[in-house]
């Protein structure tokens, strides 16, 4: 029997570059936009993190998709 997986949730995880703490360590700030459909791909993720990364104080360092699924038999 195999494994299938259903996505029941998505969001998309926006990090930006916040600059350096008082120890000169990297310091990264995120923005979750949760509820994205399951079905939206990847592209337009992309084009949508394009759209509001100028919009942001902090310039745009990665663009997640977190998904969590349910898994059955």
Excluded: C, W
């Amino acid at each position: 029997m195999m494994a299938n997986s259903t996505i029941t949730a998505s969001a998309l995880v926006l990090s930006f570059d916040g600059g350096l703490d008082q120890n000169g360590d990297p310091v990264v700030l995120t923005k979750t936009f949760r509820n994205i459909k399951a079905a939206a791909s990847y592209d337009a993720l992309l084009a949508i993190a394009g759209k509001l990364a100028p919009l942001q104080q902090h310039p745009l360092v990665t663009v997640e998709r977190d998904d969590t699924a349910t898994i059955t038999a």
